[in-house]
Nanobody, 116 residues
Framework: EVQLVESGGGLVQAGGSLRLSCAASGFTFDDAYIGWFRQVPGKTREGVSC????????YYQDSVKGRFTVSRDSAKNTVYLQMNSLKFEDTGVYYC?????????WGQGTQVTVSS
């Protein structure tokens, strides 16, 4: 069974930091493209960052470049999103998405709230 479990969300003041984790199981971690998305009520889910398989390139939405860093730990089958200098507009539910074996899987999401 494929599982993606996000954690690390919470309430933080603007300018603060959070580190999100996405623990993966049920597929070959190193062969998967794994991304972070976020969604706020009334808006479509948007991509924030993506990590290519096997330690390949990483990609970021323009609004988070220089502030967010995505990394992978193959020993733990976990992807991290380090978020620094958080802004009010970073508020949302953050989801982990994995593309593996010709299919995509989503986690349940973790709430990030940035107070201004």
């Amino acid at each position: 069974e494929v599982q993606l479990v996000e954690s690390g969300g919470g309430l933080v003041q603007a300018g603060g930091s959070l580190r999100l984790s996405c623990a993966a199981s049920g597929f070959t971690f190193d062969d998967a493209y794994i991304g972070w998305f976020r969604q706020v009520p009334g808006k479509t889910r948007e991509g924030v960052s993506c990590s290519e398989r096997r330690g390949g390139r990483t990609y970021y939405q323009d609004s988070v470049k220089g502030r967010f860093t995505v990394s992978r730990d193959s020993a733990k089958n976990t992807v991290y999103l380090q978020m620094n200098s958080l802004k009010f507009e970073d508020t949302g539910v953050y989801y982990c998405n994995a593309v593996h074996d010709g299919r995509g899987s989503w986690g349940q999401g973790t709430q990030v709230t940035v107070s201004s």
